[in-house]
Every structure is written in structure tokens, then in C-alpha cells.
T-cell receptor, first 113, second 114 residues
Framework: NAGVMQNPRHLVRRRGQEARLRCSPM?????VYWYRQLPEEGLKFMVY????????ESGMPKERFSAEFPKEGPSILRIQQVVRGDSAAYFC???????????FGPGTRLLVL | QKEVEQNSGPLSVPEGAIASLNCTYS??????FFWYRQYSGKSPELIMS??SNGDKEDGRFTAQLNKASQYVSLLIRDSQPSDSATYLC??????????????WGAGTKLIIKP
């Protein structure tokens, strides 16, 4: 599968737990973007990363959220001490360059109980 | 603040007719424009991109761009029930530091009635 991969596809957490979402970009892509989508709403940009660098995290909440894209392995979006309002679909997209088309993974649906 | 506006719908179109989806944007310097389709519970899927004024056709889909009026549209000919989805318009900003960032509309829900 040469497409963008995300796992898990569904994640259930209780309030206060940590959620860790993973994204493997399309083969040959080194640019990763994370988006959040609440039910019946549009996509909201969270963070843009290249290998080992956070380029833009202007859409990410200042607390509890962090992202990384290590030299080896997938990009990870980490949400600490989850709250019910974090329940949403989290999509990862990748591109071959900053100005190139973004292709989306299947998403991770996070449910916080 | 850069914005992309779409009518949320739902837009109901009979099967076989032309569905017309519209999108306006606020950043006059925008360079790249994209239409994505999103089925319920699924991820966005790229349908078309357009960069120059005029029409761009791909099968049953035609994207139209008018930079002077700051709008981009998507026409779907011979609409099929399988076209029922939410259509997202995304605009990439003007060249510069943030030319990677897509600004998204909230989407138009399209319903094709058999």
C-alpha cells in the first residue's frame, strides 16, 4: 500500500489518558500535515512537519498536544490528558514538497469517554 | 484572516443532471485551488486541482477558476447517486512562507436523488 497510512483507525480513551496517533506518509513524501475534523465541520489545520522539524504548529492547542516526525518511523500526534472535547477525526496528509498536493490517510477517530 | 466560503447545503440534484458547487476565497494572491470529495466517515479524496483561470475538465468533472472574482466552482455532469458526498474546497495561499498551508471551506453536502 503506497498510500498514507494511519493507525489506529479507531481509538477509545477515558478522560485523563493519553492518545497517540501515528501517520506514515506516502512513499517518497517527507512533508506531513495533521488536521482535526469535528462532526459536521470542516478540516482544521493543526501542524505541519518535515523530518525532524516542526515547520508550523500554529493550529495546535498550546497545551496537551504535541507532534513529532522523527528521522525514522511515523509521525506521531500525542494528546495528553484527553478531554471529551478532543473527540474528533484526526487526519494526516502528506506531500512530496511544501507546495505540492496533499494526500490524505484514512484518519483516526478518537472517542473520549 | 484568510477565508474560504462554501454553501453548506444540502444541495439536492436529480440523477443525470449537472451539479454545480461554488466556493469563494478572500486571499487575492492565492495560487492553487483544490476540490476534495469526502464520503461520510471517510477521509478527503482529491478530485481536481486548478491553477489557472478558465476551465479544467476531467471526465464528468469540470473545475472553473475566476481569480478576478475570487471564486472557484466544480461542475459534475451526469450526476450519479455515488456522487453524493461532501465536497470540500481548499485554497493554497500566495507564494511565501506559508504557501504550503491549505485554507479549507466547511464543505457543501451534495445529495443526488435517483
Amino acid at each position: 500500500n503506497a498510500g498514507v497510512m494511519q493507525n489506529p483507525r479507531h481509538l477509545v480513551r477515558r478522560r485523563g489518558q493519553e492518545a497517540r496517533l501515528r501517520c506514515s506518509p506516502m512513499k517518497g513524501h517527507s512533508h506531513v500535515y495533521w488536521y482535526r475534523q469535528l462532526p459536521e465541520e470542516g478540516l482544521k489545520f493543526m501542524v505541519y512537519l518535515q523530518k525532524e522539524n516542526i515547520i508550523d504548529e500554529s493550529g495546535m492547542p498550546k497545551e496537551r498536544f504535541s507532534a513529532e516526525f522523527p528521522k525514522e518511523g511515523p509521525s506521531i500526534l500525542r494528546i495528553q490528558q484527553v478531554v471529551r472535547g478532543d473527540s474528533a477525526a484526526y487526519f494526516c496528509a502528506s506531500s512530496g514538497g511544501a507546495a505540492e498536493t496533499q494526500y490524505f490517510g484514512p484518519g483516526t477517530r478518537l472517542l473520549v469517554l | 484572516q484568510k477565508e474560504v466560503e462554501q454553501n453548506s447545503g444540502p444541495l439536492s440534484v436529480p440523477e443525470g443532471a449537472i451539479a454545480s458547487l461554488n466556493c469563494t476565497y478572500s486571499d487575492r494572491g492565492s495560487q492553487s485551488f483544490f476540490w476534495y470529495r469526502q464520503y461520510s466517515g471517510k477521509s478527503p479524496e482529491l478530485i481536481m486541482s486548478i491553477y489557472s483561470n478558465g476551465d479544467k475538465e476531467d471526465g464528468r468533472f469540470t473545475a472553473q477558476l475566476n481569480k478576478a472574482s475570487q471564486y472557484v466552482s466544480l461542475l459534475i455532469r451526469d450526476s450519479q447517486p455515488s456522487d453524493s458526498a461532501t465536497y470540500l474546497c481548499a485554497v493554497k495561499g500566495a507564494r511565501g512562507d506559508s504557501n504550503y498551508q491549505l485554507i479549507w471551506g466547511a464543505g457543501t453536502k451534495l445529495i443526488i436523488k435517483p
